[in-house]
């Protein structure tokens, strides 16, 4: 059984993020309903381990936003208004625009165009968008989820704040959580999924943050448009 070995403070915390993680994808793959409610005993009998790592992860995705408390059941997967979806999207572009200040005044920490950080970082993030865009391509929401997760969380860490990083993160969670209780209600998703990572990290590169505005903003307005149109 999970948990019965080793340190014992330090295993039960990482269980409790593996357990936060796996109910986290069960959200974005569409698996867990928006709504669906379930207690933290249903939750250590399906992982057939103990109530509080359970308990702590059930506790941590509310504060993420993800789950909410729910008197009769435990918790509950948050529905999420397009009101709450705009909400979200502008919380983001103003944490994005902020990143942007940054490097365009060289206080991020790969700010010198000649440090051969710069070069690798950047190429580690368009493998990530170049994985993204294939799978937006495709039409493969699960695939895409997982890359463009792993695209901005590393893109962010770029910008040398990792507070700004990880409520960037944060906020990008909870908007997909959001857009895929709509895009699941599509049986295709080809042709749908913004796939403009690339030329983000592009952009970026060349340092030419009115270029990379422009992109998301473009980028904030299909998913303002696609997730308004199906929540209508």
Not at 199 to 218: G, Q
């Amino acid at each position: 059984m999970p948990g019965s070995t080793g340190n014992g403070a330090v295993t039960r915390s990482t269980l409790r993020q593996q357990i936060a993680d796996a109910l986290r994808d069960e959200v974005l793959a569409g698996r867990l309903q928006p709504g669906q409610a379930f207690t933290v005993k249903e939750i250590a009998e399906q992982y057939g381990v103990s109530a509080t790592p359970v308990r702590e992860a059930l506790v941590d995705l509310s504060a993420q936003g993800l789950l909410e408390a729910d008197q009769h059941r435990g918790f509950k997967v948050r529905t999420y208004s397009f009101e709450d979806y705009r909400g979200i999207v502008e919380a983001r572009a103003l944490v994005i625009d902020g990143m942007f200040d940054a490097l365009a005044e060289g206080r991020h920490a790969h700010a010198d165009p000649d440090d051969p950080r710069t070069a690798a970082a950047l190429a580690g993030v368009r493998r990530r968008g170049e994985e993204a865009q294939r799978a937006a391509n495709a039409g493969d929401l699960t695939v895409l989820i997982g890359y463009d997760l792993r695209f901005w969380r590393e893109l962010g860490a770029l910008f040398g704040n990792p507070y700004l990083a990880d409520f960037l993160h944060r906020l990008r969670v909870q908007s997909w959580v959001c857009a895929v209780q709509h895009l699941r209600l599509l049986t295709e998703l080809r042709g749908q999924l913004w796939a403009g990572h690339t030329e983000l990290v592009d952009a970026l590169a060349r340092r030419d943050v009115k270029a990379a505005r422009v992109i998301v903003a473009e980028y904030n307005a299909h998913w303002l448009s696609l997730i308004g149109r199906l929540a209508s």
